[in-house]
């Protein structure tokens, strides 16, 4: 078995075994607990998604609330007129948010850099104003779920559990294949790798249905744990705006950076700090202008960086053992690498 | 080695996450029954900030002078143990998904045995399935009951809805315009809120049995900035009654337009959006500006001049204070249910709650039906200066009604 495989497959064993830790707390924990950690867990997946487009592919959409948006409303509809299972809508919601990323890339995938940003939160302030008028959907006083239709507590954090993990699963493998190879090629330097014959539109138009998919999961997710949405709490875009500061704050383009933003923003800043607005908006903002700023690699790039200088010193210390100590330099001069 | 320490180091994280979390999330749970003395918690989750963020204030401080009155009489009687109350409030943020997170983190952070809501369906219809969904009773005091009844056709199991009945507050705007001479045409402003469709459908439906014709309706998404079309075609219908149904920042932007248009009708109601501090959003335009009350001094309540003279220099002598009154009644409700119960089981105080019958409140009689409504008689109060001067029903009225409305009808 190659290297890579074996890897491979030890960090999928890996999510397993979180996954299963995840599965069995439901009674084992406080209820209080269990709905702090359902909520870590959709914010967990959300800004997984995003970082999928915009950490590994670089392309900083601020669209995503449609995604979520279009999951949530289409569990809802499902359930409520379809009559189906919250299951079947939950993967519903998933495909029809793809669907909508599919198209929506056409034009927007014709722009670049900072005109893809606003063309793409144009997209989401036209859908949320289109959804506050529909009255299919309810216009502006939305859906409610039938408490009935919608499973019960235990059931209800295992799937947002699922998902959250499916969609590290998802990001953990991109980043290991030759598609996220290409991918970041892309983002590091289009011009390059379209020369390397990499097609730039076609690799971010599967990043972006791929996001948008596991978005929409997510956000069927939120809609069976609200039960009453309406298109400001579904569409807004507090969503992707939230998803961003989580993935700039814990580190863009990494596996962990997303879960490590999402405790920082959701755990420490917006539940430790709910009485005090104020200082939450001022604490939040400050925290991202301070990781961009000195450590544009976020929580986990700064824990990699500490890691890199620990590994370098034990190097180090081996390097300067009795073996060394015979390949320096007559003037001493090692080589080091931070 | 190094994938196999990353994965190891991947599972030992998210344990000790999962454990730190549940560290936090730990915490002691109040007694249920008679004999403990532990503090009865009430919890709440407000618009204090946000859209909505004018009404958390007065509603927060009848919560917190109900408690306090209660707690200062030696507290609730819980199967002949007196036991004091503990309000938690928590901030919404005028957002309904955080009505949601915080309404839950009320019951399971805090152990609240019991729930008290806050204004308009869009956050209390949120914080009603919360209620049902986790088996909790809640009471709401200020939402149109019919909406919020609307919102679920199975019927609400655990949670309870006091405020005025639509069909009866709309037609308030036409039995109070008949107080002055007009031409009986109305022009209709409804957002596409469910209060705003269930009202504007009301007031359509009512209008010619009450004498009035309906000329125009406008209809518009929450946030809407721009009036200026609207305002324009219903001065162009002709309609010398103008009923509005919108939040507060969009009737007062609503409100500079149609002066701005020169549109000054006899009788104009901005309603929800001009109940509380409207004067402060729209400046001398709100003179005149007349929406639907809740309370008088003289609607058969117990005590509640007496609450309302104490908030009326702080949230001024209209509906600021009416919501303070109406607030401090539904922990008068809670308690009632909570004594009646003899327990602070959620089930059992659902029951007594469900049964509250006749009860004195400083608000109202209060009697809750079967569809969990309880339905307190609507008035109509104009802003005159920075009060809110009861005009209709003639009976209970504490000033003349001013047509046409002066803010809107001056000149410059």
Known sequence: MSVPTRRTLVGLAGWAAILVVLVLLPGRVERGTQEVLLNLLIWVGVAQAWNLIGGVGGQ??????????AGGYTVAMLVIKGGTGWAAGLLGGALLAALVAWVLSFPLLR??????TIGSSAVALMALAWMVTWEWTGESRGLNIPLEAVPDRAVKFRVVAAVAVLTCVAVSLVVRSSFGLRLMAVRDDEGAAAALGVSAVGVKRWALVLSAFLTGLVGGTVALNQVSIEPNSMFGLKWVVTALVMVVIGGMGTVWGPVVGAFVVYYLLDRSLEDQPVVQALLSGVLVIAVIV???GGVVGLVEAAAARVAGRRTRSRAAGP???????????GVTHG | MQTKKSAFAALAASTALVLALGACGSGSDSGSGGGSSEPVVLGTTLPLTGP??????????????????INGAGGVDVGGTKRPLKLVVKDSKSDPTVVTSTAKSLINDDKAVALLGSVTPPLTIPFSVV???????????????????GANAGGWKYAYDVFVDETEQTLVNFKASDLVETNKKVALFTDTEEDGKAMGALWEQQAPAAGYTVVYRAEFPVGTTDFSQFVQKAKDSGAEVMIAQVIPPDAAALWKQMKSLGYAPKTAWPEKGGTVGFPDAAGPLAEGATVFGWWTPTNGNVGGQAVYDANKAKFGDGLGTQAVVASYAMVQVMADAITRAGSTDPDAINKALGATNGLDTVWAKITIGPDHRAVVPATAVQWQGKNQVTVWPKEQATGTFLAPAPGLAAQG
Do not use: N, R
């Not at chain 2, 049902?132 to 009773?137: M, V």
């Open chain 1, 60 to 69: 900083l959409s601020l669209g995503h609330s449609v995604f979520v948006g």
């Open chain 1, 111 to 116: 722009l670049s850099g900072v005109y893809f």
């Open chain 1, 294 to 296: 000195a450590a544009p």
């Open chain 1, 323 to 333: 073996t060394a100590a015979k390949i320096t330099s007559p003037a001493g001069e």
């Open chain 2, 52 to 69: 909505l963020g004018i009404f958390g204030p007065p509603i927060q401080a009848g919560y917190e002078q109900a408690v306090a009155a």
């Open chain 2, 131 to 149: 209620a049902d969904s986790e088996q909790i009773p809640a009471i709401s005091p200020l939402t149109p009951t019919l909406a919020w009844k």
